[in-house]
């Protein structure tokens, strides 16, 4: 079964406006981490925001933040102010219970346009 | 202060040869993990290792085998390459077994023909 889901193969979204990429994940687990991936054309995966599964508050970075519903076990990325810098593959990524590997779910292409 | 490091940033082989692939850590880090990412898709887990040992391995056959060093640097081995090896190898670095958040290279583009 899948673990991480992204639902949204593409997204546009207008320079200086405000985005979601949807993720919802599956485990049995009561602790895990959730993170989220940033990949430019470059390749390299940059590491954006976390949320621990017993975390109280949505973590914030910055221009991001991470809607965690835990009841409905998501994990929506928002980026405000959109850049053009932006535009990238996004990934939802989760490790259980302190497991040693990351699973990714299948990415989300953002386009900033002008 | 250097992140992770990859090399060589694209390779070429053909059916049936054997590769190797480089990784040094970030500066402090002791822990390298090797992901392959295929056209497309997110990065799949190959393995970890930790003070020189394989700890932990993912869905992959033991064609795939690694090394780590006493330097904490890595080297990804595939032996008798399909086609289907085609992809982008990640290595990624943490601090311990149980890091926070990866620190990923950008990757080693391997295509076999």
């Known amino acids: 079964a899948q673990k991480i889901t992204q639902t949204q193969p593409g997204m546009f979204v207008q320079e200086k406006e405000a985005v979601t990429l949807d993720c919802t994940y599956d485990?049995?687990?009561?602790?895990?981490?959730l993170f989220w991936y940033k990949q430019p054309s470059s390749g390299e995966m940059i590491f954006l925001i976390y949320?621990?599964?017993?975390?109280?508050q949505n973590a914030t970075e910055g221009r991001y933040s991470l809607n965690f519903q835990k009841a409905r076990k998501s994990a929506n990325l928002v980026i405000s102010a959109s850049q053009l810098g932006d535009s990238a593959m996004y990934f939802c990524a989760m490790r259980e219970n302190y497991g040693q590997n990351f699973v990714f779910g299948p990415g989300t292409r953002l386009s900033v346009l002008p | 202060d250097a992140g992770v490091t990859q090399s060589p940033t694209h390779l070429i082989k053909t059916r049936g040869q054997q590769v190797t692939l480089r990784c040094s850590p970030k500066?402090?880090?002791?822990?390298v993990s090797w992901y392959q990412q295929a056209l497309g898709q997110g990065p799949q887990f190959i393995f970890q290792?930790?003070?020189?040992?394989?700890?932990q391995r993912g869905n992959f056959p033991d064609r795939f085998s690694g090394h780590q060093f006493p330097n904490y640097s890595s080297e990804l081995n595939v032996n008798a390459l399909l086609l289907g090896d085609s992809a982008l190898y990640l290595c990624a670095s943490s601090l311990g077994l149980v890091g926070e958040k990866l620190f990923f290279g950008s990757g080693t583009q391997l295509s076999v023909l």
């Open positions: 949320q621990g599964s017993y975390d109280q």
């Open positions: 500066s402090g880090h002791d822990t």
């Open positions: 485990t049995s687990d009561p602790s895990y981490g």
């Open positions: 290792y930790y003070e020189e040992e394989e700890r």
